[in-house]
């Protein structure tokens, strides 16, 4: 007999543990189907006794999501934080970002993106009418940096949704910029709400009007605070979308990330004084919270190391040179791809940007991008110019790549191997409208 999806989805919660640590934090009925889980609580409604034990087991639910009751009273204080370290970010002008650190990996994240859209917008006109128009939502559109994506893309109508209001007044100003230089350009809409907080449809001009696309770019981890957010966020990204369409977008990897944090508290623990090496014998074994990264990224979770994180409101500080300094929360896929049947998703795709990069860079369209925006730094440097850092170590990858080639004195495109490090933490995921 086949499983139900209850058990299906107990038993990828169960293999997510395997590899990252987490402990299930709460008993099977959590993972029942919504509907199914409606239904229970009607017919628990009898009696006042079953009432109270609904009550205490959704109080108890709330705490291991990392919601707590107290975090309630006292605001969103996360969303806050967020909302507050977005609209503080200047536009610093294209200039000022090529002397970045970063510039090749905002480059490589902005391919990424490309590649996505232009693959995405190919399955969604594959077989129907090519002038049927497109419609598309961005949650968490920031500033715009997609709009000229979507332009060359074709489409007839955008709505961009994001928390900071900065970020969409500066989003709308670059809209009409382009609107004023001339040529064909899709109507949009700009929205300023915390999507994982508010339901978009009222704030549609056609709520009715369904969506072909919804894309949701490296911001997805800011709504796993809690299962109400996340429910929110899928509501907002999903139940709007045709039969057919596509939820796509890019996050953090969990995975990579728990393995870092462990990896770096197992070499901390080995580098000590002898201390951990007696709490081991004594059987109190623990590892310290001493966080990960490089020059260009650091990570700090907020849990000092000695238990599994949580499936919601596991926290950590995020630090990517001159972009991002926030606290973000673990997006655990098994969970995310559970939560999303309710909408009548089916995840299509999910891959690292490492498995991106070698899947697309095959394809034509994926080599010109890579060349036209500047996604891959020369290696070596050439004509007088210079590499983006002056620590040679960071290119031996490149030099090695070089040196073991049919053309060692040739040239490679390729990134610092902190570049590559900060890239290496995140994955593409796609899901689409059964």
């Not at 919504?34 to 009550?55: C, F, L, V």
């Not at 040529?183 to 969506?211: M, V, W, Y």
């Not at 996340?230 to 990330?257: I, K, P």
Request: net charge neutral.
């Amino acid at each position: 007999m086949a499983d139900s999806p209850d058990s299906a989805a107990v038993a990828a919660l169960a293999q997510e543990q395997e590899v990252i640590g987490v402990k299930m934090k709460r008993d099977r009925v959590d993972t029942i189907a919504p509907e199914q889980r409606e239904n229970k609580k009607m017919r628990s409604e009898d009696t006042a006794k079953d009432t109270a034990k609904d009550t205490a087991k959704d109080t108890a639910k709330d705490a291991a999501d990392g919601y707590s009751t107290r975090k309630r009273m006292h605001g969103d204080e996360h969303s806050t934080v967020v909302a507050k370290h977005y609209n503080m970010q200047k536009e610093i002008g294209l200039e000022a970002r090529s002397h970045s650190r970063i510039f090749y990996l905002r480059n490589f994240n902005n391919w990424i993106k490309s590649v996505l859209i232009n693959e995405f917008l190919d399955q969604v006109r594959r077989g129907r009418d090519p002038n049927q128009p497109v419609r598309v939502l961005d949650l968490g559109c920031g500033k715009g940096g997609d709009l000229l994506k979507w332009r060359k893309g074709g489409i007839a109508h955008l709505v961009c949704a994001d928390m900071a209001s900065t970020a969409v007044d500066q989003c709308h100003q670059r809209y009409s910029e382009m609107k004023n230089r001339g040529g064909r350009l899709f109507t949009a809409e700009f929205i300023c709400a915390d999507c994982s907080k508010n339901e978009l449809r009222n704030k549609f001009q056609k709520p009715d009007e369904p969506f072909d696309l919804c894309s949701c770019q490296f911001a997805f981890h800011y709504a796993m605070e809690s299962r109400a957010q996340v429910e929110m966020m899928l509501r907002n990204a999903c139940a709007h979308l045709r039969r057919g369409g596509f939820f796509f977008g890019t996050t953090s990897d969990a995975r990579e990330l728990m393995r870092r944090h462990q990896m770096t508290n197992v070499r901390a623990s080995e580098e000590s004084d002898g201390e951990a090496a007696k709490r081991e014998n004594e059987g109190t074994a623990a590892r310290s919270n001493v966080g990960f990264g490089n020059e260009v990224y650091n990570v700090r979770f907020h849990d000092s190391g000695t238990s599994p994180p949580p499936i919601f409101g596991a926290k950590y500080d995020f630090h990517l040179e001159g972009v991002v300094d926030c606290p973000e929360f673990l997006v655990h896929f098994p969970l995310l791809e559970c939560m999303a049947k309710k909408f009548g998703m089916k995840l299509v795709m999910k891959k690292t940007f490492s498995e991106l990069f070698h899947t697309f860079a095959k394809k034509d369209y994926g080599r010109h991008l890579l060349n036209v925006m500047q996604a891959l730094e020369t290696y070596p440097a050439g004509n007088g110019s210079q590499l983006l850092s002056a620590d040679e170590s960071e290119y031996k990858h490149a030099a090695d790549f070089l040196q073991n080639s049919s053309n060692p004195s040739g040239t490679v495109g390729t990134m610092s191997k902190s570049e590559w490090e900060a890239a290496g933490m995140y994955l593409a995921f796609a899901f689409t409208k059964e």
